[in-house]
Structure formats: structure tokens, C-alpha cells
């Protein structure tokens, strides 16, 4: 029997390729984005499956030359760079990895948040350039423990975040539309709880609802002792106004893995020493990336079996 045809935007890791390619005919694009829908549209009589990452995501053009496309299997959680409307409209199932993720995500929150705090990107490169020796002592840097956390966003992640703040004995608030099941004081109004917080992680999806939330106003609010963590996505800070705030040091310092052009990091950034920077590596080990690929192949191979999909986005 023919093997269905698959067509795969960004890769998994080499072994789940193969168990893909065990099932499917795959047909992978390059990175370049201007490729796409020229590569796609030669399939769009027979492609039923598109198996993508978070970051690659299915655009609308790519997703409307595919007129048999019956479901994108998505690796990560955040689908902000799937056209979701045209999903809906057509009927198209969208498939994401939530969950096994969330303690990565939240360890690099964190470890973001110690980094910052206690200057340990700069600690590094002072041994290793020679200035303790040259200068002496690094200047002293920020307490962590027992501070006042701002959680915007407390869902699967969010939550896992406020577990690990509270081994620091951190007092900790959230942001988020609607209060969750959680003991921590729900802060509906974010400028308010910039305000009287000492250090902020941002954890919300991506997408219109979310685009600019941490504003210049939210930013001036976390003020010069401040440090914002983003792990979500960069749409969601007003980058512009985030790195006007850092250079001119309205906001203390910034601990960021997303970005709102990745993999481009505004070069102002590059020289900062209040800023902590990673390349979008929240699940990033090899562990989760595993459990991640996992659940991309089953969740394709449930639908071609006709069995009920283990993460559809709702
Ligand atoms: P989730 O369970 O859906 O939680 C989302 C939280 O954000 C909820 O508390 C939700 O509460 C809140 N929220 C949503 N829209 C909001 C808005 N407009 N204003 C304020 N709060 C809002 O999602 P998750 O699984 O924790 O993942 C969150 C996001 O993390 C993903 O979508 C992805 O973008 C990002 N992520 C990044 C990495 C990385 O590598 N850096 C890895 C994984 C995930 P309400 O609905 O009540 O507002
Ligand atoms: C992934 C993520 O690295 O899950 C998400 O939303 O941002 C990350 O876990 C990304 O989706 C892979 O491109």
C-alpha cells in the first residue's frame, strides 16, 4: 500500500524523521519561507498531513495550496504562527505538544530571572577574560530569594514557574484575564502589579490578544531595580520601548529567549551587560525536544488511523 504524503516544514530530530518516514511519503521544505507555497503547490491534489515546529508554524498561503489538508501537527505548544482562522474555517486539525514542556520552560524562566539577578553571564565571561585577575571583585549584583514575583500568564507553564519561585520564598502575584486555581493573589491589573513587584516572567501565548501586553507603561512600572523574563513570546513585549528602557536603564535588566524577529536580537542588546540572552531554548533538552517529537508522530498517526488526536488545540 502507497504511504499518504506528508509534508514536513521544519524537521524533527533525525529518529522521529525516520519513524515519519516509516509511515508517510515526506516531502521537507528548506528554511527559506519564500520556497513554500512554490514547494507545496505541485502536492496540493494528494497532501493531507503537515507535520511543522512553533517556530516554522503553516501560514495561511502555505496552508491555502493545500486543498486536501486535513490536519498540522504542530511540535510545541505556542501555535501563534499556524493560521488557526483558516484551520477553523476549513476544518483543519491543529495539533500542538502542551505539558511535557512545562518544567523546562520553567526552569529556564528561572534560571533567566538567576541570571540576571546575579549577573552570572557577566560572572563568566569576568573569569574568563582575565578581569578578576585585572580588577578584582565584580561589583555586587541583586538578591533573588524572598522577592516579589509578577507571573504574567499562570497556566500549564505559569503554574509550574510559581512552584519553583515559591522554593526561593518569593511572594508571588499574577497576571492573567481570568483568576486561576491557584493560591497566589490574581493581579488583573498589570500596570499595578509592575508596580509593586521586583522582577516579572512572562509566560502568555503569542498572538493578536497578547501583542505589546508588556508595554512601555507596564515597563516604566517594573522601573530600574526591575527585571523583566520573557519565555513566551517576543509579539508579546513592545521590544522598541524594552530595549529603549534597558540601554537608558529604566528597566534593570531583561532575561529573554524569545524575540520579535528570531533569530534577529536588536543589536543594542548585544553590547548590554543588565541582559541575559538565550536562542528561544525554553524545551530545549533532549529529553523534552523527545517527548515534544513523540507527540507530533502519534498525533499524525492517530489521524490517519481514524483515532481520536491526543492534543488537538482547541
Ligand atoms: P496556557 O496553559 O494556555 O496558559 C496561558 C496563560 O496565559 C493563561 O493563564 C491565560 O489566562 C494567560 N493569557 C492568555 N491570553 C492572555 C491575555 N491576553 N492577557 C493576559 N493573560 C493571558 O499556555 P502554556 O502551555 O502555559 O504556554 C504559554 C506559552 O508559552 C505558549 O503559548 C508559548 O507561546 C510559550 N512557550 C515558549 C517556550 C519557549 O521555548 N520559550 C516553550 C513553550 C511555550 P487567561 O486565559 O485567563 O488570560
Ligand atoms: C519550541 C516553543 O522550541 O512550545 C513552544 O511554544 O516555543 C518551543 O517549545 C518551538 O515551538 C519549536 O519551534
Request: net charge neutral; hydrophobic share 45%; glycine share 10%.
Amino acid at each position: 500500500m502507497s504511504k499518504p504524503d506528508l509534508v514536513s516544514i521544519e524537521p524533527l530530530r533525525p529518529q522521529s524523521m525516520e519513524e515519519l518516514a516509516r509511515h508517510f511519503t515526506i516531502h521537507q521544505l528548506t528554511m527559506d519561507k519564500s520556497t513554500w507555497v512554490d514547494a507545496v503547490k505541485p502536492l496540493g491534489d494528494r497532501v493531507r498531513f503537515v507535520q511543522t515546529t512553533g517556530f516554522a508554524g503553516c501560514p495561511g498561503p502555505v496552508m491555502a495550496a493545500l486543498p486536501r489538508l486535513e490536519i498540522v501537527s504542530c511540535m510545541g505548544v505556542g501555535v501563534d504562527a499556524i493560521d488557526l482562522a483558516q484551520a477553523r474555517t476549513r476544518g483543519i486539525a491543529v495539533t500542538n505538544t502542551p505539558d511535557v514542556l512545562n518544567d523546562d520552560v520553567a526552569d529556564l524562566g528561572i534560571a533567566l530571572l538567576l541570571m540576571t539577578a546575579r549577573h552570572l553571564a557577566l560572572s563568566d565571561r569576568y573569569v574568563r577574560d582575565g578581569r578578576w585577575k585585572r580588577l578584582g571583585n565584580q561589583a555586587l549584583a541583586t538578591k533573588v530569594s524572598g522577592k516579589r514575583l509578577g507571573i504574567v500568564g499562570m497556566g500549564r507553564i505559569g503554574k509550574v514557574v510559581a512552584r519553583r519561585a515559591a522554593a526561593f520564598d518569593m511572594k508571588i502575584s499574577y497576571h492573567a484575564r481570568n483568576r486561576a486555581d491557584v493560591s497566589w493573589t490574581h493581579c488583573p491589573d498589570l500596570v499595578a502589579m509592575a508596580r509593586e513587584v521586583d522582577f516579572m516572567i512572562v509566560i502568555v501565548p503569542g498572538g493578536p490578544s497578547t501583542r505589546g501586553l508588556i508595554s512601555a507603561q507596564v515597563i516604566e512600572a517594573l522601573g530600574p531595580k526591575g527585571i523583566l523574563v520573557n519565555v513566551s513570546r517576543g509579539s508579546v513585549v513592545d521590544e522598541p520601548a524594552l530595549v529603549d528602557a534597558l540601554v537608558s536603564g529604566r528597566l534593570g535588566g531583561a532575561g529573554l529567549d524569545v524575540f520579535a524577529d528570531e533569530p534577529n536580537v536588536p543589536e543594542a542588546l548585544l553590547p548590554l551587560d543588565n541582559v541575559v540572552l538565550a536562542p528561544h531554548v525554553g524545551s530545549g533538552t533532549q529529553e523534552t525536544r523527545g517527548a515534544m517529537a513523540d507527540l507530533v508522530v502519534a498525533n499524525l498517526l492517530a489521524h490517519r488511523d481514524g483515532k481520536p488526536l491526543l492534543t488537538r488545540v482547541p
